[in-house]
């Protein structure tokens, strides 16, 4: 059984636009999606799933030919949702959100420890 592991308000303002995202251009919030990024950390691509996950083979393929990815799974919404990435910068992550971080984001919210953006990072809501 999957359980939550949000900590972070930073990880609650990423999830908050994947949900926008996905509603936005599918109609749907609980359609899944990775966001690809170029070298530069400018989106590449966006590619939508038929439902609430990619399929494994497909999620590897765009994976592993991204320079960086976004990808966001509301598997067994609207219970669990995941969100992740890799290889993205903060400056690259506040571009796609259009939202800056404030540093408070980056604070613990049940241990108080502060941390840097993580450029790799994923969580369960």
Same mark, same amino acid.
Not at 42 to 62: H, T
Not at 66 to 86: C, H, K, M
Not at 105 to 121: A, H, L
């Given at each position: 059984?999957?359980?939550?592991?949000?900590?972070?308000?930073?990880?609650?303002?990423?999830?908050?636009?994947?949900?926008?995202?996905?509603?936005?251009?599918?109609?749907?919030?609980?359609?899944?999606?990775?966001?690809?990024?170029?070298?530069?950390?400018?989106?590449?691509?966006?590619?939508?799933? !038929?439902?609430?996950?990619?399929?494994?083979?497909? +999620? @590897?393929?765009?994976? *592993?030919?991204?320079? /960086?990815?976004? =990808?966001?799974?509301?598997?067994?919404?609207?219970?669990?949702?995941?969100?992740?990435?890799?290889?993205?910068?903060?400056?690259?992550? !506040?571009?796609?959100?259009?939202?800056?971080?404030? +540093? @408070?984001?980056?604070? *613990?919210?049940?241990? /108080?420890?502060? =941390?840097?953006?993580?450029?790799?990072?994923?969580?369960?809501?």
């Amino acid at each position: 059984m999957p359980h939550a592991t949000n900590d972070f308000p930073f990880e609650g303002r990423v999830f908050g636009w994947c949900e926008k995202f996905s509603k936005t251009m599918t109609g749907n919030p609980h359609r899944a999606f990775l966001v690809a990024f170029d070298g530069r950390g400018d989106v590449a691509q966006a590619v939508f799933a !038929e439902g609430k996950s990619l399929q494994p083979e497909r +999620e @590897e393929f765009l994976c *592993s030919h991204s320079n /960086g990815w976004l =990808i966001w799974q509301p598997f067994d919404a609207p219970e669990y949702y995941s969100v992740g990435w890799r290889n993205v910068s903060r400056e690259a992550m !506040e571009r796609l959100i259009a939202e800056r971080f404030p +540093e @408070e984001d980056f604070v *613990s919210e049940r241990t /108080g420890e502060k =941390i840097d953006f993580p450029e790799e990072w994923s969580v369960v809501f």
